[in-house]
Structure formats: C-alpha cells, structure tokens
C-alpha cells in the first residue's frame, strides 16, 4: 500500500491540479448524486401527503421540482468534466512515467546495457504503466471521494433525518466498504500479482518465439517454446480465474452492503415514521439517500480485482525510476581532437584486470590499429575511449578533458554488434544525425560503397526489418558505418570494422572513411590485414 | 472518415467478431438472460418499498415496515445471486474466446517465417497479449447489455402505460432518441479505436527494436532524441486513447441527460398529480401514492440498460478494433516453414545433397543457384560477394524457406513438409546473427543438456564462461549482448556441435574473430569433418576458403561450381 501510495504521490507531481480538481468534482458527482435521489424521493412522499391532506394548493412545488432539474443536468455536465479530467490527467502521468523509465534506463551502466533484453524492458515500460493507471482512477480518487462523501452525508442526514438513520448508514458503508475491500485485496493480491506476471512472461517468451523461431525449427526446440508459451498462457488463465473469482465475491460483498444499508435507512425510518416520531417524507430522503450511495463503494470492485497487479507493478516501477545524479556534463567538443590514454587501468570487480597501465595518444588524422588475440582487452581500450567504461586508475581524455566529463557520444565507437532498427534506411542513418540532409546520407553510403545497394533497394525510403533484418552481414557493417561517418566525429572508434566484407571492398571501405574524415583520430580493433594495412601506426596488445 | 473502405457483403470485422464468439454463444446468452432476470427483479424490489412509503402515509394497506425490510433484502439476496452467477459464466466464457485465439496466432506465428503486415515481434506480442484482452469487456459487459436492452425497458414501459399514459409516454419519446444517437456515436467511436490500436501496436515495436539496441543509441549520443521522439509517441497513444474516452464519455453523458430529463419529467408530473394540481395523465381518479413512489423508483431503471450499452459501446469499438486486425492477420499468406519444427527421429540414409535447378525470388531479384551435389563428408564453401545469395541457399537447404523454383534432395529425399524435420535432426546450424533466448546460456546451447568438458573446449567456450557473472546460467541479451561478437560465434558453434550433427551449415562462421580464434573454430569445423559429417560454409575468408575440397561460386547474376 506503501508503494501505490508512493506511486499516486508521484503521478500527482506533475498533474496535481488537474487530480486535485477530478477529486473535487468526482466528490461533487458523488454528492449530487445523492442529493437528486434524496430529494426526488422527499418530494414525492411529501407531495403525495399534502394531497392526501388536502393543502396541496399552499405546497411549494416549484423550488423543489427545479432543484431537481438543476440537479439532473448539472450532475451529468460534471461526471462529464471529471471524467474527461482525471482520465487526461492520468493518462499523462503515465506517459511521463514512461518516460522517465526510459530515461533511467538509458542511465545504466554499459555492461548492465547490453544484456537489456528489449522485451523484457517494453514489459516495465508498456505493462506495468499501463496496470497503474488504477492507482488514482479506481483507488485513491474513489476512495477519498467516496470518504467525503461518507462524512457529509452523515452530517446532513443527521440533520435533515434523524441521527440514528445517518448513523447506520454512515456505519454500514464505511465498515462494510473498507472491510470488503481488505478482504478482497488480501485473497486477491497473490493471484492478481500472478496473473500479470504470467501474462508477462507470455509476452516476453512470444517474442523469443518469433524473433528466435528459425534456429528453434532448425534445432526441433519449437514445439518445446510453444509449450513454455503456453504454460505462461495457463499460468495466467488460472490466476486470472482466482482473480475474478475473489473480485466477484467482492462485488457480491458490496452489493450486500449497499442492500443492508438502504434497507436499515428504510427500517430504521420507517419505524420512526410509524412511530409518529418524524414525517415518511423524511424517512424517505433516508431512504433514496443510502440507495445513491451505492456509488461510493461499487467502483472499488475493480481495485480488488487490480490490487495485486497495481502492486507489483509500483514495485518494479519505483525500483527502476531511481536515477543516479550525474553531475552536469560538458557538451560535445568542436574542433580536432586528439584521444590520449595515460596510465590506464581496467578491471570488472574484483577480477584479474583486463588492462594495466595502458598508454596510448592517437593525434587528429591519424589511424592506430590495436592488435592482438580475443579476449586481450580490444574491446575494452575502445569503450573506455568511448567513455561507456570507467576505467580504476588513469584518465582518458580528449585534448585535455576527460572523456567522461562529456554528453555520451562525444566520440563515436562501432562496436562489434550492429544495432540497426526497424524503419526505413533514412531512419536509420538520422538516428546518429536526425538534421543530415538526403545528399548527405547519400554521400555517406558512397564512402562505405552501399549508395548502389541501397539504391537497389529502393533508395532511402527502403524499410528495415526488426534489427535491421533485410541487410546482409556485410551490408550491416557499411550501413553503421555510414551512420558513424554522419556524426563526423573527431574520434573514430572502429571495433573490426570490414568483418563479413571480401578484401576489395574493405580497401574501398577503410579509404572512403579516411576521405569521409581526413581530420579524425582514429582507433582500430583489428585483426584483419586489410585493418592494420590502414593503420599509420600498429598497436600489439 | 475519408479512407476508402472496401465494401464488402458483411463488414469482415463484424464476421470475425461473430466467428470468434460462436463457440461460446451459449454461455453468453444464458448469463445474459439471467442479468436480465436480475434487472427485473427490480420491479417487485421497487413495488415492496412503494408500499412501505404508501402505508407510512395513508396508514392503511400497502407493507408493514417490518415485511417491507425483509422482503427488500429478500429480493437483494436473489438478485445478486443471479449477477454473481451470470458474471462467472460470462467470464469463463471471454477466457476460452481469448485463450483459445492467443493458442491460434501462436501456433500459426510459430510456423510462419518472415514479417507480418502488423509488424514486428514487439506487434505480434501487443496482438496476441494486451489486445485480445480487450474482447473480454465486450463479452463479459457489451453482450449482456444488448440483451437487458431488448428486455428491461419495455416490461417497465406497460407498467408505466398501466399506471399513467403521461409517464408512459415520456418514455416512449426518451427511449429510442437514445440508440438513434448511439448509431452515430459508434462510428466515431469505431475510428477512433482503430487508430488506438495501431498506435499500441507500433510503440511496442518502436521500443521493443530500440531496447534492445539502447547500448548503441546511446553510444551515437542518440539517447536523449530517443527518449524525445518516445516522448512524442507516447503522448499520441495518450491523445489517441483521449480520444477514444472521450468519445465514450460524451455518449453516456448524452444518455445520461436524456435519463436524468426523463426522470426529473416524471418525477415532476408525479408530484403535480399527487398534489391534485394535475388532473390528466393518469387513468380514473388520478394516481395513488404508491403508484406515484413506484413510478418514480422505476423511471432510473428503463434508462439503465441503455446506459450500460452505451458505456459498453467503446468495448465493442475496440473488440471490433481487434478483430479486423485479427482478420488483417489471417488474410495474410505468410510464407511457412517446411515441416514443423519438431524434433523427430533423423531421417536415414547417407547424408547426400543434390540442388536442381534451384531459384529464389527476392523481391524484383531472381537468385538463380548452381545445381550443386554434395557428398557426405564434403567440406563446401559458398562463396561470392556479399548479397548475392550465400545465406539465402543455406537457408533453402535447411529447410528455412521454400525455393520458387527447383527442388533439393537429401539424404535421398525430395526435401519437402514430410522429410524437412527429420532432415533437421541430421543438421548443425550457425546463423550470422546470433539471437538468444531469454533463458540461460546453457539452455541456448544444449537447450538443457549439461554442457559437456568437450563442448567446452571444443568450442573455446572455457574463459567465455569465466568471464560472465553467472556462467552457463547467464541470462543474455537478444543478440547476445554481454559477449564480444566473436564469443557470440563460439556459442553459436557449440550449439552446432552439441546437436551432433551429420551436416554442418555456417554462415560466415569466422566472422568477427581474430586469426587465432578463427582458427580454432575453423579446426572445430573440420575435425567435425573428420568424423564424417559434411561442411557447407557461406565465407569470405580466404583462409577458410583455402581449407575446403569444393567451392561453390554464388554470382548476382548466376553461379557456377567448380572443386
């Protein structure tokens, strides 16, 4: 409950006004809602008695009757405004929770990065925001309007009915309402929690289904993923079952409620009117009063049914909205850099360390190739340089500034894996520099020899498939690297850069980023000949 | 509204809709009946509280307070037996609608290759998860509805003739005012749906492809623009649902102005006449109190179920959403896999491949291939420069994809839907782009066989494990992020060589690895060779290349084989 609070804390930070405002008027619909059925009923009954005593004529029907027209109309323009209110004002809370995931995300250390399995990270970002659009809409505004509400009529059927009427309402919803709602919430909780993340893990394992299904045909596991789906689906299905179930006895449990509070107000008055102890025309206002307020407890059957799900969702959401402060970053550096490693030294924890004492100066223009077997630290020289690593001793720098004191991206590394992205080849390019016009891409792709093949595609507009699919493993390679060559960086960072590529067009490659970039230090991982033929200056590791 | 719409002798949404309910129409209807029961229930509820108030003030006739309460609670208790039953029914009903759909798009997406007009996987997952979810809310809320609409209003509308014409008669005006309105409600709300479901379907893809590329994003310092541009979707799939609710609430609140007029009318008139002001609208000596409190408890309830249908109507906007993208779904050809991906008992016979006059059509491209024959044992390189159609023949003789023209036979077989799967059990395979599961490592190599000594080193696979922070039981990215590319291919090669294959197919299996550690892959390969089993590799690498008996030349424009 901690946590949901905490979440409905954070969602009002932003939108504080519009809640505080759907809160007032669900109060308002809530309030109106009783008074129009109070005093219709009131109405009747003393109208009907005036006529039976014959002073029908002296009865002041016309305030009353356009009271209740007032009421009638106004009630629904506000539902209206508060329903349109709280919705828009949820709805933008979320979005903004989204993206403030998505921003914590993309704060997490590189090694955490790369092991991000994208479905997984859509289920946090997707699902669990979407299961807390409840917290407001179907827990803390009903509630706390349903609370006022509560009070008020207490109040003012004391006043207007009798005290011991307003009481017995007043008590029956209140304790009944809560009651149902902690039972409910207690017996739900755990099947809810589990039906969403069944329904979770449905999602993420589907997509390992479509993306992964040719290599799972290939190796007979394809039926043996369908099964894991489909346990997922079963898992869900039951859970859900006991969800609705629970939810079912809830709403059970507040129709009971609401039927033992209107018939003590019918009782209760009743017998004080038989009695001669106050007019029916009173009873009657009791009466019609604990009917309308069935509509302060009837929406909280869904917070039951959501509970669980709200639950373990503020949790994983709370957990992952947690930024580190960095410190102010320096925007990107202009001009021609020159990338200088002194005294560096590397180690993940407490392991034997990947580099030591590493001393490397690249100047503006020139090209180093790093050599050396798998595993030696080729890759760690070149994300350390890329600011993605920090390294334990010794500092990286870029002319005279370290290279982590800037905005990610400062310098510009192809790594070994290409990341493209489904959209079309345009997109793809701009994601490293959205302002690039048409002929810049295209000579781009004519540095990386690709203009023709893309050309052949379809040109620009040609659509990717997810992660790029649709490009050979050569293509790939040309295509990042033409979005590396876009940024125009003053430092290059190459991790095997012509791998999948026949000897002619690596020499066409490598020569059209030296052509692309004459002022650019360079840094290669290589262990290709046609690499460290490109080098100015070969580096054994 | 301006699209052109196909016309079409029944809407194919609607058919679908109908098609996937029809299993269930039983249920739907009894549970609907019995909330219709409970609805009218109401009636005598009401006319027991009507006589209380009548008894109250005339004192005579009508209901003691005593038997009013009792019968009240009475008529509760009933009631909500019936709800509570006819909810269970209808959703255990929408659960095996759902269910059973979610069973069909994963069996068929299983067997499918290639994209589907809806996207990638993170829109396939948004069809098969979250969207079909949304034909429960039109069964469980819309279809019982429909049937309290049919029936309620008008039991109450002859009581209300049988007990004043005048109130009878605002509710004959108010009444279908309301679906005529509806009519034009629901095609704004049908768009609007759609559009809703689209934008769902295509934030998941956009995330699902950026996630899992975010290391990368935001090397290009590409992150902050990311997070803008899914700032600007995100707020669209906020303005699009806005749009929906909307229009959901502007209907009930037409509806509920319509009801709230219709009853503060009668409350009015019943006033008047009990106060011997009026003197028309009622038949005989004008209406009695408990006629008067009757009416009045009644008038909500003739407005309720067209209430509950309208709040119910964006319900049945976004199930007819999702049902034309079902029916957009299955229209599709999808190109199918051979076989079915299971494992079978490998096929017999020594494992001999023979391609006759094979032909594939990529796009507007025809790749014409060699007809090619090659023996157990053979060590073939497929060579040719990048794009002209390597992987796309490995593929075909893995049974990936299926050839426009020619034919393939192995192991003394055509290669067809019979053979294909026990074709696959003879086959290693090494993709050029690694994918993982989510599961472990050691899942995603031996798919949960324990990792053998010699795997391990047979594939350099020692310090790889070392250096990961839970070993084997690492959990990867989907593209194997957590390991250099070059450790990726290891996995991939130990994966080939733990299915014991007889035929080994790699696609550019030395790729990103430095001489030494191509070398000890090229040695896994050929000692695999060794053994007996045939090596078909798509190369550049003139070392690997050099190390093979036969080379198949793959040319944009035709190939040919020379050994």
């Known amino acids: 409950m901690a946590k949901l609070w905490h979440i409905f804390c954070l969602m009002m930070r932003g939108e504080r006004r519009s809640l505080l405002r759907g809160l007032a008027l669900s109060a308002l619909v809530l309030i109106m809602g009783a008074s129009l059925l109070g005093l219709s009923g009131w109405f009747i009954v003393a109208a009907s008695a005036a006529g039976l005593a014959g002073v029908g004529a002296v009865f002041d029907v016309f305030r009353p009757s356009a009271m209740v027209r007032f009421l009638a109309v106004t009630r629904t323009a506000t539902r209206y405004g508060e329903r349109v209110l709280t919705h828009d004002a949820t709805l933008r809370a979320l979005a903004k929770l989204r993206v403030t995931l998505l921003a914590a995300l993309s704060t997490r250390s590189h090694d955490r990065l790369i092991r991000l399995r994208g479905a997984q990270a859509l289920n946090r970002i997707v699902a669990d925001v979407d299961a807390l659009d409840g917290v407001p809409l179907r827990l803390f505004l009903p509630l706390i309007a349903g609370g006022a509400t509560q009070v008020l009529a207490l109040a003012v059927l004391s006043w207007l009915v009798d005290w011991r009427v307003a009481v017995a309402v007043f008590g029956i919803f209140t304790l009944g309402g809560l009651g149902v709602v902690l039972w409910g919430v207690r017996g739900a909780r755990v099947p809810s929690r589990r039906a969403e993340s069944a329904a979770q893990a449905f999602r993420a394992r589907f997509i390992d289904l479509v993306s992964t299904r040719e290599d799972l045909a290939l190796y007979g596991q394809l039926p043996d993923q369908l099964v894991a789906c489909r346990d997922a689906e079963t898992r869900r299905q039951t859970a859900a079952t006991t969800t609705d179930l629970r939810e079912r006895q809830a709403g059970a449990a507040l129709m009971v409620v609401s039927a033992l509070a209107a018939a003590s107000a019918l009782w209760i008055g009743g017998t004080l009117a038989a009695a001669g102890e106050i007019t029916p025309a009173r009873a009657a206002i009791g009466f019609f009063t604990a009917l309308a307020l069935m509509e302060t407890v009837a929406p909280l059957r869904r917070a039951v049914a959501e509970i669980g799900r709200m639950i373990g969702a503020a949790r994983r959401v709370t957990a992952q909205t947690e930024m580190p402060d960095l410190p102010d970053a320096l925007p990107w550096p202009e001009g021609p850099q020159s990338l200088t490693f002194s005294s560096v030294t590397f180690a993940r924890g407490t392991a034997r360390p990947v580099l030591s004492d590493f001393n490397l100066t690249v100047a503006p223009g020139e090209w180093v190739a790093l050599k050396g077997p798998s595993g030696v630290g080729k890759s760690t020289v070149l994300l350390l340089a890329a600011g993605a690593l920090r390294q334990v001793n010794g500092e990286v720098c870029l002319n005279d500034q370290p290279v982590t004191a800037f905005l990610p991206g400062a310098t510009t590394l192809v790594g070994q894996r290409a990341a493209l992205i489904q959209g079309t080849i345009a997109e793809n390019l701009r994601l490293a520099a959205p302002e690039a016009t048409d002929e810049a891409l295209w000579a781009a792709l004519a540095a990386t020899a690709l203009d023709k093949v893309v050309a052949g595609k379809g040109g620009l507009d040609a659509r990717l498939g997810p992660r790029g699919a649709g490009l050979s493993g050569g293509e790939t390679r040309r295509l990042v690297l033409a979005r590396a060559i876009l940024r125009q960086p003053s430092v290059l960072l190459l991790d095997e850069p012509t791998e999948g590529l026949d000897t002619e067009t690596s020499d066409r490659v490598l020569a059209g980023i030296r052509a692309a970039l004459p002022e650019a230090a360079v840094l290669i991982a290589a262990h290709r000949a046609e690499e460290q033929g490109a080098a100015d200056r070969i580096l054994s590791l | ?563």
Not at chain 2, 209 to 222: E, T, V
Request: zero cysteines; glycine letters at 10%.
């Open chain 2, 1 to 563: 509204m301006t699209r052109p719409k196909k016309r079409r002798p029944v809407a194919p949404d609607r058919q679908r809709l109908k098609t996937l309910l029809a299993g269930e129409n039983r249920a739907i209807k009894l549970a609907s009946y019995m909330t219709a029961a409970s609805a009218l229930l109401w009636l005598p509820q009401a006319a027991v509280v009507a006589g209380v108030f009548a008894r109250l003030l005339t004192g005579e006739g009508g209901v003691t307070v005593l038997t009013g309460v009792i019968a009240f609670l009475g008529f509760a208790a009933l009631r909500l037996m019936l709800n509570y039953l006819a909810e269970g029914l209808l959703f255990r009903a929408g659960q095996n609608i759902v269910t059973r759909t979610r069973q069909e798009i994963l069996v068929r997406e299983a067997n499918s290759l290639g994209t589907s007009p809806l996207g990638g996987p993170g829109a396939l997952a948004a069809l098969a998860g979250e969207k079909l979810d949304a034909l429960l809310p039109y069964i469980t809320r819309y279809a019982p509805a429909q049937t309290r609409v049919m029936t309620v209003p008008f039991a109450i509308l002859a009581i209300a003739f049988w007990q004043s014409w005048a109130v009878g008669l605002v509710f004959v005006i108010a009444g279908p005012l309301i679906p005529v309105f509806m009519a034009l409600v629901g095609y704004a709300a049908k768009e609007a749906s759609e559009r809703q479901m689209q934008e769902i379907g295509s934030l998941g893809d956009l995330l699902v492809d950026r996630l899992a590329a975010l290391a990368d994003i935001r090397l290009l310092g590409a992150a902050p623009r990311l997070i803008e541009r899914f700032e600007q979707a995100a707020d669209d799939l906020r303005d699009r649902t806005m749009a929906v609710l909307r229009i959901a609430f502007l209907s009930s609140t037409v509806l509920e102005l319509f009801a709230a007029l219709g009853v503060a009318m009668v409350a009015v008139w019943v006033g008047f006449s009990l106060l011997g002001e009026l003197s028309w609208g009622a038949y005989g000596g004008g209406i009695t109190p408990w006629g008067g409190i009757f009416l009045l408890l009644l008038a909500p309830d003739y407005f309720q179920p067209l209430r509950d249908l309208s709040a119910a109507w964006h319900d049945k906007a976004a199930a007819l959403a999702v049902a034309g993208e079902l029916d957009a779904w299955q229209a599709h050809e999808a190109e199918t896999l051979l076989g079915t991906g299971d494992k079978v008992a490998p096929l017999a016979g020594p494992a001999r491949i023979r391609t006759s006059g094979l032909s594939v059509t990529r796009g507007s491209r025809v790749i014409a291939y060699p007809d090619a024959d090659i023996l157990p044992g053979a060590r073939v390189a497929l060579s040719g420069p990048s794009g002209a159609g390597k992987t796309t023949l490995l593929r075909v003789l893995a049974g990936l994809e299926r050839p426009s023209r020619g034919a393939v036979e192995v192991a003394g077989q055509a290669l067809s839907d019979d053979t294909a799967d026990a074709w696959r059990a003879r086959l290693g395979w090494m993709p050029q782009a690694p994918m993982f599961l989510g599961r472990s490592l050691r899942h995603n190599i031996a798919f949960g066989a324990p990792l053998s000594a010699d795997l391990i080193s047979d594939a350099a696979l020692k310090q790889v494990l070392a250096a990961l922070p839970k070993g084997d039981l690492t959990v990867l990215g989907e593209t194997g992020g957590g390991l250099s590319g070059g450790e990726a291919r290891r996995v991939m090669l130990a994966r080939a060589l733990a299915a014991r294959p007889d035929v080994v197919l790699a696609d550019e299996p030395t790729a990103d690895l430095d001489h030494e550690t191509a070398d000890r892959v090229t040695e896994a390969l050929l000692a695999l060779a060794d053994r007996g089993a045939t090596l078909i590799v798509a190369t550049h690498d003139a070392r690997l290349i050099a190390r093979m008996d036969q080379v198949i030349e793959i040319a944009p424009e035709g190939g040919r084989a020379h050994g």
